[in-house]
């Protein structure tokens, strides 16, 4: 198991120490709404409630584990990012860090757009009707059957990511008889991370085509000389779970810096320019993430000033949040199997998931709350770290927290924050099934993505 990785990069680990836990919190049956979906509170009995819907209940009827997502939250959130960057920007739903057909019907209605980055997801996105010209598509190797598919389709814009590609879309274009849209990824030599951010020169990475070096300004000559291509702006993201803005600023400049190039090379303006997503969410109450509107004004004055002083006329913004849409939203609902202290450590919680319903934890030292939701409880706090029910040392959820020394077999407990990036990286290790998610709403819920069934593991498993 890598202890060193972490999605905002490798220096993430001289941030974190190893065994770092902070004191427990002056009450824990306090729900702090930084972690909580909007409609999580506790009823009259102490037990967590969502949507208005009590967990004792959501248990009972779709069983442990479960995602439960706060569809209120996950709209309001999607209305607040529209409304922050308003009718002269685009929001695009990174749909890697959760897509299911329900949410792709919630997007379409609030207005927001869509990235997807494999043959699956532009399927999901199709099926439940999102319309093509509100799609983007990714990755940096997709497949000539994906290319195929999406250009037939009329995805608004693919995002080239290597020479090879755009040689590729163009051909495919040209020979459907279109001009598809498309933006270039450009490495820009920043790293973003949770609390800093590394402008650099060069970029060590799989992604995109670097700035550096003149490779970038290559990369559009040859773009804008292809029929089958219409360059319509340039594409960089920088990270994840960022917080400092300033990552986004060397960025923003770098780009600008190439429009400004382009501009004076080949005498066109590129329309759009996409800052990517990465934006940061709390996990745990130390986390202090920024409202949209915030992030909105931050990135287009940054925008703005660049193109005032390369004296360009400021392109039209796009951003890809997804974690900072749907992590918030959701919370994975575990039954408390075994309570084990180890004297002089800490107690080991084991709830019925695990690393194949969150795989973060083991990947990136990812940080989570817990909470015990199925009653309150006045016993003092125990340090525990809660585990799952894999054969694997590392099968870990929630590497340190409190819980009251009262726990119990037999009680739900909560983990936050588990929108994004759980469901869509869980796996069946061990076999395990995987969890529904369940949307609720003003007191109604409905499973959304259903549980996997023993049958499902027996169909693939052909003989
Ligand atoms: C992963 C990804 C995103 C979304 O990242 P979040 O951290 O979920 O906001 C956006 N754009 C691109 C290109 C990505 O690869």
């Known amino acids: ?23 427990p919190a002056a009450d824990l049956n306090v729900l702090d709404e930084k972690v909580w979906a909007r409609t999580v509170t506790r009823d009259a009995d102490g037990a967590l409630t969502v949507g208005g819907i009590a967990v004792a209940r959501l248990a009972e009827e779709f069983g442990t584990p479960a995602y439960i997502l706060d569809e209120t939250d996950f709209r309001a959130r999607c209305r607040a990012w529209a409304d922050a960057f308003g009718p002269d920007a685009d929001v695009f739903y990174a749909g890697k860090a959760f897509l299911s057909r329900a949410v792709v019907r919630w997007l379409k209605e609030e207005g927001l757009n869509l990235d997807v980055c494999s043959g699956g997801e532009l399927t999901t996105a199709l099926d439940a009707g999102m319309p093509a010209e509100r799609i983007a598509f990714h990755g940096n190797n997709k497949s000539v059957a994906e290319i ?44 973003a991370h949770t609390h800093e951010f590394i402008a650099t020169a060069h970029e060590d990475q799989k992604f995109g085509i670097a700035l550096a070096g003149g490779q970038a300004a290559e990369a559009v000559r040859r773009a804008l000389s292809l029929d089958g291509l219409d360059l319509i702006g340039i594409h960089s993201h920088i990270g994840s779970q960022i917080f400092d803005m300033a990552g986004f600023e060397v960025s923003a400049r ?6 400004a190039e382009v501009r004076d090379e080949h005498g066109v303006e590129l329309p759009e320019i996409d800052l ?23 990135l287009s004055d940054i925008v703005t000033r660049e193109c005032e002083a390369a004296k360009l006329r400021t392109p039209r913004i796009s951003v890809e949040p997804g974690r900072a849409i749907v992590g918030p939203t959701a919370f994975t609902l575990y039954e408390v199997g075994t309570v084990k202290p180890l004297e002089g450590l800490r107690t080991y919680v084991s709830v019925d998931g695990g690393m194949s319903d969150n795989i973060r934890t083991a990947l990136y030292d990812a940080e989570y709350s817990v909470a015990l939701v199925s009653r309150t409880s006045d016993a003092e706090p125990m340090l525990v770290r809660v585990v799952g029910k894999h054969c694997e040392s590392g099968d870990i959820v929630v590497k340190d927290a409190f819980l009251p020394a009262d726990l119990a077999p037999g009680d739900l407990i909560a983990v936050p924050a588990t929108g994004a990036y759980c469901r869509s990286m869980a796996s069946n290790y061990n076999h395990a099934l995987r969890p529904p998610v369940v949307a609720v709403r003003d007191g109604g819920a409905r499973v959304i993505v259903r549980r996997e069934t023993e049958e499902d593991l027996l169909r693939l498993d052909v003989g």
Do not use: C, N, W
């Not at 037939?152 to 495919?172: T, Y």
């Not at 990517?276 to 931050?298: C, N, Q, V, W």
């Open 254 to 259: 770098r780009v600008v810096q190439l429009l």
């Open 148 to 191: 195929e598919r999406a250009v037939r389709a009329g995805v608004g814009r693919i995002v080239l990511d290597s020479f090879q590609e755009i040689v590729r879309v163009a051909h495919i274009a040209q020979r459907h008889g279109i001009r598809q849209r498309v933006q270039i990824r450009v490495t820009v030599g920043v790293e």
């Open 276 to 298: 990517g997503g990465g934006l940061g969410i709390a996990y745990t109450s130390e986390d202090d993430p920024r409202e949209p509107h915030e992030i909105a004004k931050a």
């Open 1 to 23: 198991m890598s202890r060193s990785a972490h999605p905002a990069g490798p220096r993430h680990a001289d941030v974190l120490t190893e065994g770092h836990y902070s004191a």
